[in-house]
């Protein structure tokens, strides 16, 4: 990084940091970081590149070799390593929820080890659930094994958020999980990290993860920073080859026809909950210029349908909810529709089209605009073969 870091409270700071084994290699070299409060940084890279090994020395399960590691404005070296992790939320691939405790039990298990009161503890569970689409009532005495593994992590991610930390740690959190599922909780994810504004540092190996979900991206390579910069930075302005090797300049360009619409999922321009007034709605759609809202159950993610300008202006004259101005006619499915049908259903009608898995939950938008990346991702790849043939 160019200039002077500087320590802020809730942020992650790296000055100089090495960490070198005793076998002599370098793991991580010279690392020069700042991931600022409320941020969600992902770290990717090639195996061996340090991206692991980085987020562990933030809560000292590896101990750096050289250098300065700040949590908060706090020197981690001068800081109780039991307690540091206390006040540091910890989410990995395999969840690990503990088989005899409840899903309560489960998720309140840093609330109880710091003394909170009983009544506090429960309140916070249910909370959680509650924001998680997860009924307390249903789901607090469950058993582990009695969950699905997207539920299991769900509760692994509510766990890391009991104590309610600034900072939370990801390693690979979703990449075990089914493809749909997977792409779920990192929309999950994104919409939680709106409302909590945590400071996550998040590892993964798949830059379409990270470009997903991540304020920033920075892309590890034997140790140090090859380049760090917004989703839009890193896909727009590649560093050097490596880089542009590494996100896959022409990863677009190869897709098919066939391919399923998950490929170019996006997130909507916006939500609306089916117990809003029309009104209310009518008014954020004016003001944002646009012509529909997907409308879906914060709780459950069911996807209730899509609301057009058209008729939510007349549910709102009627003094009705969203619910009235919805259309469910328009959607297609995960696991089923291709790209072939998606653009077919785009130009008979361009507005985004609504994505669901099998169950009706909410994944994300096809618009006409990621179509037509991908048809000139298409257009330059052939230009560069018939430039080289």
């Known amino acids: 990084m160019n ?67 700040t949590v908060d404005g706090m020197d981690i ?29 489960n998720i309140g298990v840093v609330p109880n080890l710091l003394g909170w009161p009983a009544k506090k503890t429960r309140a916070r569970v249910n909370e959680l659930l509650s924001m998680a689409g997860l009924s307390p009532e249903k789901y607090r005495f469950r058993l582990p094994d009695q969950l699905s593994g997207g539920q299991k992590q769900r509760i692994g991610v509510l766990r890391a958020l009991a104590s309610d930390p600034q900072v939370i740690l990801m390693d690979e959190p979703f990449g075990a999980l089914d493809p749909i599922s997977r792409e779920t909780l990192q929309n999950e994810l994104v919409s939680l990290q709106k409302d909590l504004k945590k400071t996550i540092v998040f590892v993964t190996h798949d830059m379409g993860e990270a470009l997903r979900i991540s304020d920033r991206i920075v892309i590890l390579r034997k140790g140090r920073v090859e380049q760090e910069g917004t989703p839009e930075e890193i896909q727009n302005s590649p560093k050097n080859d490596f880089v542009r090797s590494f996100i896959g300049e022409d990863r677009l360009s190869r897709m098919s026809p066939d391919d399923p619409v998950e490929s170019i999922i996006e997130d909507p321009w916006g939500k609306a909950a089916p117990w809003e007034s029309a009104a209310e709605v009518l008014e954020r759609m004016e003001e944002n210029d646009r012509e529909f809202i997907q409308v879906i159950d914060p709780k459950s993610g069911q996807w209730l349908g899509m609301a057009l300008l058209g008729r939510v202006r007349r549910a709102a004259s009627a003094g009705e909810t969203v619910l009235k101005g919805v259309n469910r006619d328009r959607k297609l499915y995960a696991g089923e529709a291709t790209l072939r049908d998606a653009a077919e259903m785009l130009s008979d009608r361009d507005i985004s089209i609504p994505v669901l898995d099998g169950d009706g939950h909410f994944i994300g938008v096809i618009t006409s605009t990621a179509l037509a990346r991908l048809a000139v991702e298409r257009l330059r790849s052939g230009t560069k073969e018939a430039q080289t043939a």
């Open 77 to 105: 070296l001068s800081t109780d390593p039991v307690k540091l992790r206390r006040r540091i939320g910890y989410v990995v691939q395999e969840i690990a929820l503990f088989p005899h405790l409840t899903v309560a039990e």
């Open 3 to 69: 200039g002077e870091i500087t320590a802020e409270k809730g942020s992650v700071l790296f000055k100089k940091v090495t960490k070198t084994y005793s076998d002599g290699t370098r793991a991580v070299d010279r690392l020069d970081l700042e991931i600022r409060r409320g941020e969600l940084v992902s770290l990717i890279g090639p195996s061996g590149c340090g991206k692991t090994t980085t987020l562990k020395m933030i809560n000292r399960l590896e101990e750096p070799t050289e250098g300065t590691i």
